[in-house]
């Protein structure tokens, strides 16, 4: 069965500390696709990134990186020299290619960051 | 992208009336979505919303509770009917825009049901 899983629920870090978010995933499919999205007090979701599962490489976008690991099903988020605007709750998710027509996601519980001045 | 609104953005209900919460889309859309996100919890696909045919729910929603509408490819509406405290929760709209597989939220409607 399709599940994703973030263990951590709360990380507070000081501003300017690298961070990691960590996410495991579970899937049968062999075609599958991550993503990230950042949901900030404001309450919306902002999309982050989508990778799909043939492509390993990792992805950096300004401060933020993603290390996508098949071989141990992970996908991690690292945010470099966090700020506070980074403070927001961050979810993972996944959508296998069954549903990939659907567009269904499957999320993980979320990773609460606070990142202190 | 795809820029999402809804309305109404917050709301206070009674218990056992009904709320339809509107979504559109600047852009026109091959999927639309709504997930309800319960306090503190994550996020849970209710229904795909179906242009001119009916929504595709998930396990645990039924449409008499949660009736939606598509009417075009730009405007969706679900109504939380006959509501209860446990409806209380965020209810995200999101959508796919044609020829893309990113999917887009709008900001959400928080309701709260007393």
Same mark, same amino acid.
């Given at each position: 069965a399709q599940k994703v899983t973030q263990a951590q629920t709360e990380i507070s870090v000081v501003e300017k500390e690298d961070v990691t978010l960590d996410c495991v995933y579970e899937t049968r499919d062999t075609t599958y696709y991550l993503f990230w999205y950042k949901q900030p007090p404001s309450g919306e979701l902002v999309f982050l990134i989508r990778r &799909?599962?043939?492509?390993?490489? &990792?992805?950096?976008?300004?401060?933020?990186?993603? &290390?996508f690991q098949k071989s141990t099903s992970s996908f991690n988020f690292t945010i470099t020299a966090s700020q506070v605007v980074d403070s927001a709750v961050y979810f993972c998710a996944l959508s296998e290619e069954r549903s990939s027509n659907t567009g269904k996601l499957i999320f993980g519980q979320g990773t609460t960051l606070q990142v202190k001045p | 992208s795809a820029v999402i609104s809804q309305k109404p953005s917050? +709301?206070?209900?009674?218990?056992? =009336?009904?709320? =339809?919460?509107?979504?559109? #889309? +600047?852009?026109? #859309? =091959? %999927? %639309?979505f709504w997930y309800r996100q319960q306090p503190g919890q994550s996020l849970t696909l209710i229904a795909t919303a179906n242009q001119g045919s009916e929504a595709t729910y998930e396990s645990g929603f039924v449409i008499d509770k949660f009736p939606i509408s598509r009417p075009n490819l730009t405007f969706s509406t679900l109504t939380v009917s006959n509501m209860s405290p446990e409806d209380s929760s965020i209810y995200l709209c999101s959508a796919m825009g044609q020829g893309s597989d990113e999917q887009y939220f709008g900001p959400g409607t928080r309701l709260t049901v007393t």
């Open positions: &799909n599962s043939f492509d390993e490489q &990792n992805e950096i976008s300004g401060r933020y990186s993603w &290390n | 917050r +709301d206070i209900c009674q218990r056992g =009336t009904s709320l =339809t919460i509107q979504c559109q #889309v +600047d852009s026109q #859309v =091959t %999927m %639309m």
